[in-house]
C-alpha cells in the first residue's frame, strides 16, 4: 500500500485501507501501536530484538544467520498473525501503544 513513510502515518493509512492487522517491520524497534488494528511488529536485526524484547513481537534475525530457513520462518509468522486475528495481543496492545497520525497530501485542504 502507498502510505507516507513516518510510522504512525504507515500504519493509520493501511488501517484505513483496510487492514485488520498490521505486520510492521523495524530495524529500530520503532513503539508503535495503533487504536484500531493489532500491529504485530517484526525486525530482523537481532540486537534491536534483544534490547526491545518487550516490544517486538516477532525475530526474522534467525534467517540472516543461517538458524532457521524462510519456509520456517514463514510458517511461524502466519501462525503468529493468524493468533493476533484471533484475539491475541500484540506487546503494542499489552504496553498500551495506541498511536494515530494523519498524513497530510498537500499544504492545503
Known sequence: MDT?????SSVAAMVAGGCQVVVFSSGRGTPT??????V???TGNKLTYD???DNIDFDASP???????LATLG???????????????TK?????????????????V
Open 63 to 69: 534467517l540472516i544467520y543461517g538458524q532457521k530457513g
Open 51 to 53: 534490547n526491545m524484547i
Open 4 to 8: 507516507p513513510g513516518n510510522d504512525p
Open 92 to 108: 503494542a496492545e499489552a504496553l498500551g501503544y495506541t498511536e494515530m497520525a494523519i498524513a497530510r497530501v498537500c499544504n492545503y
Open 75 to 89: 510458517q511461524e509468522l502466519l501462525e503468529l498473525v493468524t493468533e493476533t486475528a484471533s484475539g491475541r495481543q
Open 40 to 42: 504485530v511488529k517484526l
Open 33 to 38: 501501536g495503533n487504536p484500531i488494528a493489532s
